[in-house]
């Protein structure tokens, strides 16, 4: 039998930068999914999962196609070590998960991680964690037909218990950075799901890419606040612009408060990323703006914001540590009071990721 854990993640700052080449602030949650299995006699490989009732097996030695379900993130990345020229023997494996699916928390990519190292100890193979993470992107891109960037991936392989990861998505530079001592995360579920989010986040991507050529850069990366408010954009991929720029600038900024243990300055950095969100990007919903307006009035909370794509989902807030389940509580009533809606709320402790050895970590400089 041979198993392997990953866990979600929680961004926490840096919303849709990491398509842009840009700067992701995020940490890897205690959560997460375990896939467990061994090789077997006849000639399939299975997929089954605890949270599905729905198994699957296909034929070893046939060319592999999506099927529009749950089986399509560990199967791309099935396909991924295939096409990379690895021979995978016949086996079976399950799922079990400890993640809420759809909530934001890259459900998706604790499967497609923890298959995949599944798949390395099945079959002896050393492949680098930076190299694991580019191929799990990949199969998600592929199978699941989503155009992520990186930060799903990198983010489970690479946690750290108790830091925050620091993603440079141009130089593939990683740092783990101690979190701010006295607060933790408080991820609250709003449990509304948008149906259209694959198609709302290629859109977005996309208009990130024109933004960037007409402002004649390579990404939006390269470009500053300054100089999107002064370009010649259309209005909309303006403010789509800004919302990249201004997430990249908040991240250097977090990062500078954390080394000095600013947990205000985090906080509201937090909150205005939450403003770009609902203003320049339009990834918010009713729902998450109204869990961020509560939480902004509840004593001990530093800040608040949606994480992950948008469109739905959950946000993230940075509280005072003494005050979270008092925080939590609040938080809940509030929203059912308002809303009539049984918000989900999680105290995250910080975990480690898939991948624990330093010796991995490609460019520590990062920044
Ligand atoms: C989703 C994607 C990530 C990233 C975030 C937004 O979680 O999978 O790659 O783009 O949205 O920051």
Redesign the pocket.
């Known amino acids: 039998m041979y198993s392997a854990f990953a866990p979600g993640r929680v ?1 926490i700052l ?6 842009n080449q840009g700067l ?1 602030l995020s940490a890897a949650l205690e959560l997460g999914t375990t896939c467990r299995g061994r090789k077997i006699e006849e000639q399939q490989y299975r997929f089954r999962s605890e949270g599905f009732t729905k198994t699957y097996q296909f034929p070893t030695g046939q060319t592999l196609q999506p099927v529009a379900d749950w089986v399509d993130y560990p199967l791309g990345v099935l396909a991924m070590f295939i096409r990379r020229g690895f021979e995978i023997p016949p086996f079976e494996c399950e799922f079990s998960s400890t993640l809420p699916v759809g909530a ?1 928390l ?1 459900s998706s990519a604790a499967i497609e991680v923890s298959f995949a190292l599944f798949l390395c100890r099945l079959c002896g193979l050393e492949i680098q964690a930076f190299e694991l993470a580019q191929l799990c992107k990949q199969a998600e891109n592929e199978f699941a037909g ?1 155009q ?5 991936q990198v983010s489970s392989i690479f946690g750290k218990k108790d830091h925050f990861i620091f993603f440079d998505c141009k130089t593939h530079g990683v740092r783990r950075i101690a979190m701010p001592a006295g607060a933790v995360l408080l991820i609250c579920d709003s449990t509304v799901r948008h149906e259209l989010t694959s198609g709302e ?1 290629n859109e977005r991507r996309y208009s990130c890419f024109e933004a960037a050529e007409k402002l004649g850069f390579k990404s939006l990366r390269e470009a500053t606040t300054e100089q999107v408010v002064n370009s010649k954009l259309p209005e909309l991929l303006k403010r789509r612009a800004l919302h990249i720029t201004g997430e990249n600038e908040r991240v250097r900024l977090a990062v500078e408060a954390m080394k000095k243990g600013d947990l205000a300055e985090m906080g509201w950095l937090l909150f205005e990323s939450h403003e770009s969100s609902r203003r320049n990007f339009e990834n918010s919903t009713e729902e998450l703006d109204e869990l961020v307006e509560i939480a902004r009035k509840i004593k001990g909370v530093y800040g608040s914001r949606l994480t ?2 948008g469109f739905g989902g959950a946000t993230v807030s940075l509280v005072e540590a003494n005050r979270a389940e008092q925080i939590a509580q609040e938080l809940v009533e509030e929203f059912r009071r308002r809303r009539k809606l049984e918000a989900k709320v999680l105290i995250c402790p910080v975990g480690d990721g898939a991948v624990e050895t330093e010796d991995y970590l490609p460019n520590l400089s990062g920044s």
Do not use: I
């Open positions: 961004e840096g919303n849709h930068t990491d398509y992701v934001g890259s989503v992520c960037g990186l930060l799903d986040y992950g794509g």
